[in-house]
């Protein structure tokens, strides 16, 4: 990466979504950048996607630690909030705080494009609001508190750190620094 990164030791980050697409690459660049990555999802290599995508969190996990970060794939269904909240608990429990939340679940499997909406398959419909919006409500809700609770977060100057500084940053950065071909 050619890109001023922002140094990230220490932090420690929930990417939800992150077997896949955008998710896997911000969860890669956020361990890239030394942050400690607890990254979600619902593929394994034992319980594959429903939309028939190849990509595991265990295949994430390895990338975050192929590029020297630490990481801890978790399992978990975003749509049942008590795996959510327990999935936090256990942030709280092994980290004792959260600095960086991530919602990146999509339901791209689910959109039937072209087709006019009465036509449109319903229960995909649906299961597209679930999984595009209901997830990172029950997320948001969860995870929350934990990110707030720590709001004693400082760069080394006092200052408080731009929460968009690192997102800027991949924003801005040429495309082929990404390395969006990895995250495949």
């Known amino acids: 990466m050619n890109h001023r990164t922002q140094d990230l030791t220490g932090r420690i980050a929930l990417v939800a979504g992150a077997t896949r697409g955008a998710g896997r690459a911000i969860a890669r660049e956020l361990g890239r950048a030394g942050a400690v990555v607890h990254c979600t999802g619902r593929s394994t290599a034992g319980r594959p996607s429903d939309s028939g995508r190849s990509e595991t969190i265990e295949g994430t996990a390895e990338l975050i630690t192929a590029s020297g970060g630490t990481a801890h794939p978790v399992v978990v269904d975003h749509l049942d909030p008590g795996a959510v909240r327990d999935l936090v608990h256990r942030i709280d429990e092994e980290q004792g705080r959260l600095d960086i939340l991530v919602n990146d679940i999509g339901g791209e499997a689910y959109v039937q494009f072209g087709l006019p909406l009465w036509e449109y ?15 990172h409500l029950l997320t948001s809700h969860a995870a ?14 006092g200052s408080r750190p ?23």
């Open 121 to 135: 398959d319903l229960d995909a419909g649906l299961r597209l609001f679930d999984t595009g919006l209901k997830t």
């Open 162 to 184: 731009d929460a968009w500084s690192f997102p800027r940053a991949m924003a801005q950065a040429p495309a082929g620094d990404l390395e969006v071909g990895d995250y495949r």
């Open 144 to 157: 929350l508190g934990l990110l707030a609770r720590h709001d004693d977060l400082r760069d080394q100057d």
